[in-house]
């Protein structure tokens, strides 16, 4: 799986994920694992949300490994759910997407094993109950493509800001705020204040959780009385003015 861009890196859970030569970063958090981080940073929160939903349409950014999408498919399948999933994924990375069926995923996706190769091979997969579609390329203009209202789910999951700047700012999440559904949950591992007020700017509600002992960010159209502690963003403008929000 190693190449001119990515090198192969085992984390502490006993999965393996990639280090980006391009972007200065692995992928995943090497301390708390890459399956453990996909199932406790974004898939708990947006299925405990969503727990009495029957289908449910998800955006995946960026597809990358595809952690968050095969660990949403292991815990469906782990917890007997009678519920059809929708994915939606950008990836910009084609030669990153035609080598997943060659890579060591943990014993947790064998049983999908299919679907993996043939999100590698043809982009596309769809049974009765599961749907995934990549697309490569730009995900800002992969946005434009969806209807308004569409998304019930968004895993906020680019590299940091500092590397993949354009997918933080106030118009980005702005146009992710078109796309989602009332009730939309997002997820993300980012805390920094900037891309919270860049959330917060675009119109979503802040609150804070945790997850392997640690600070998150989850993102509602409407105030949520049970997930999360809410973050008061006018406050944190009133004492620190220097502050802003990232922009285009």
């Keep these: 799986m190693e190449n001119s861009q990515n090198i192969l890196v085992s984390t502490e859970d006993g999965s393996n994920t990639l280090y980006s030569k391009k972007y200065n970063q692995?992928?995943?958090?090497?301390?708390?694992?890459?399956?453990?981080?996909a199932?406790?940073?974004?898939?708990?929160?947006?299925?405990?949300?969503?727990?009495?939903?029957?289908?449910?349409?998800?955006l995946d950014i960026?597809?990358?490994l595809g952690y968050n999408s095969f660990a949403t498919i292991f815990y469906i399948l782990e917890n007997n759910l009678d519920i059809k999933i929708n994915?939606?994924?950008?990836?910009?990375?084609?030669d990153l997407i035609k080598s997943l069926q060659n890579f060591s995923y943990p014993k947790e996706f064998?049983?999908?094993?299919?679907?993996?190769?043939?999100?590698?091979?043809?982009?596309k997969y769809e049974d009765e109950k599961i749907k995934i579609e990549l697309f490569i390329g730009d995900a800002r203009e992969v946005l434009k493509t969806f209807p308004n209202n569409f998304f019930d789910i968004v895993y906020q999951d680019a590299f940091s800001s500092e590397v993949n700047y354009e997918l933080w700012?106030?118009?980005?999440?702005?146009?992710?705020?078109?796309?989602?559904?009332?009730?939309?949950?997002?997820?993300t591992y980012a805390i920094a204040t900037p891309i919270r007020l860049s959330m917060y700017e675009a119109g979503f509600k802040i609150y804070?959780?945790?997850?392997?002992?640690?600070?998150?960010?989850?993102?509602?159209?409407?105030?949520?009385?049970?997930?999360?502690?809410?973050?008061?963003?006018?406050?944190?403008?009133?004492?620190?003015?220097?502050?802003?929000a990232l922009y285009d």
């Design 87 to 94: 994915i939606y994924s950008p990836e910009l990375d084609f």
């Design 110 to 123: 064998e049983k999908f094993r299919n679907i993996i190769n043939e999100l590698s091979l043809n982009q």
């Design 62 to 64: 960026c597809f990358g």
């Design 39 to 58: 199932l406790h940073k974004h898939i708990f929160p947006a299925f405990l949300y969503h727990q009495n939903k029957k289908e449910l349409n998800i």
């Design 169 to 187: 700012t106030k118009e980005y999440f702005e146009d992710i705020y078109k796309i989602s559904k009332k009730d939309c949950i997002i997820t």
């Design 26 to 37: 692995h992928f995943h958090n090497t301390k708390d694992g890459a399956i453990n981080e």
């Design 208 to 244: 804070q959780d945790r997850a392997l002992n640690k600070k998150i960010s989850l993102g509602f159209k409407k105030e949520q009385n049970s997930m999360g502690k809410v973050v008061n963003m006018e406050w944190k403008q009133v004492v620190n003015k220097e502050l802003k």
